[in-house]
């Protein structure tokens, strides 16, 4: 029970309800007490016995389903890529903000979560299924809110996960899945055109330039990810 020990010697401060704001060129609406653990927020959305539980005992839940949930990694193991394995998922569980756990429960819940900062005023995707649920939440002075308004811009640049290292322990990339293809020096960019051909992806960008190596290979491969889903 090492595991639940570690969880409960942790400290939460709660903020109060802060103002309304408009959604308003990426300035959502937060309407509820922040989290400090972005894991939290998304456990206690998706788990209806939450809504019955005081504040205490929502936090005792939420530590005894987080062991739960990473003890699920096998049923959904043969996903994933050698790395993000059942090692890491189980060390991110027991920790806070971990992106391998946010990716996990993407793939636990079916949702897509996205995450806006407001100290970039950016959005950031985490998922790479556009099938799954979308599920967006705000982080602001250090606690994290849902965004009950789940329409999201179709036209909204995302920004580099990376850019999230101050606020989330970037354990892992996004692309958890088996890749469709095999490593990307075994391919030519000629070989890759023609992949896209067959696949109906456009090998130009935004600015009509071609795209790079790196660009094509990630591209053919979010789509065989998600036509298999």
């Known amino acids: 029970m ?4 570690n969880f409960s010697e942790s400290k939460h401060n709660f903020t109060s309800k802060i103002n309304d704001s408009k959604f308003i060129q990426g300035n959502p609406i937060i309407k509820e ?9 998304i456990i206690e959305k998706y788990e209806i016995e939450c809504l ?50 946010v990716l996990f429960l993407n793939e636990y819940y079916k949702i897509n979560i996205t995450i806006y900062n ?33 329409e999201m811009d179709h036209n909204i640049n ?6 999230l290292n101050n606020i989330l322990t970037l354990d892992c990339s996004i692309y958890i899945r088996k890749p469709y293809l095999q490593n990307i020096g075994k391919y030519k960019i000629k070989d890759l055109h023609e992949i896209c051909e067959k ?20 591209e053919i491969n979010l789509k065989h990810y998600n036509s298999n889903i």
């Open 2 to 5: 090492e595991f639940i020990d």
């Open 33 to 41: 007490i922040g989290k400090t653990d972005i894991s939290e927020m």
């Open 52 to 101: 019955t539980l005081n504040i205490d005992q929502r936090k005792q839940f939420v530590i005894k389903k987080k062991l739960e949930i990473s003890e699920r990694f096998n049923d959904f193991s043969d996903n994933y890529n050698n790395k993000f394995n059942e090692s890491l998922v189980m060390s991110g569980f027991q920790k806070e903000n971990v992106l391998s756990t």
């Open 118 to 150: 407001k100290d970039t005023q950016k959005y950031y995707r985490t998922s790479l299924i556009d099938d799954y649920t979308p599920f967006i939440i705000i982080y602001n002075n250090n606690n994290w809110f849902h965004k009950e308004d789940e």
């Open 158 to 163: 995302y920004g580099d996960i990376q850019d």
């Open 199 to 218: 696949m109906n992806l456009n090998i130009k960008n935004d600015k009509n330039k071609n795209k790079n190596k790196k660009e094509l290979f990630d």
